[in-house]
Nanobody, 123 residues
């Protein structure tokens, strides 16, 4: 079993930054997803614990950055130049093995999920 706790969400203005944290009891893979009201959950980025290899959604790469503190089992999502359309509930997900890492952005690749943290960006 894996416990995941997200933190760092809040309300910001357009153009500002936020850093989300996901504290995991353990993981090999950890991903960040988000879901806006009425929309499907979408993958943002994922990271591999050993080696730190990363994957990004192309549309968010360059503004969002995933990193990890392996000693503390914390994975961060740095979000820059935030826009109103970034408003969503942000979730972290973890697993020990992905069926296919090329499908990291699919919800069904991940077994364990956090409760989410809300991010609201106002114009």
């Amino acid at each position: 079993q894996v416990q995941l706790v997200e933190s760092g969400g809040g309300s910001v203005q357009t153009g500002e930054s936020l850093r989300l944290s996901c504290t995991a009891s353990r993981y090999n893979w950890l991903g960040w997803f988000r879901q806006a009201p009425g929309k499907e959950r979408e993958g943002i980025a994922a990271i591999f614990h050993k080696g730190g290899g990363t994957y990004y959604d192309d549309s968010m790469k360059g503004r969002f950055y995933i990193s990890q503190d392996t000693a503390k089992n914390i994975v961060y999502l740095q979000m820059n130049r935030l826009k109103p359309e970034d408003s969503a509930a942000y979730y972290c997900a973890a697993d020990f093995r992905l069926k296919d890492s090329a499908n990291w952005f699919r919800q069904d690749e991940w077994t364990y999920w956090g409760q989410g943290t809300q991010v609201t960006v106002s114009s």
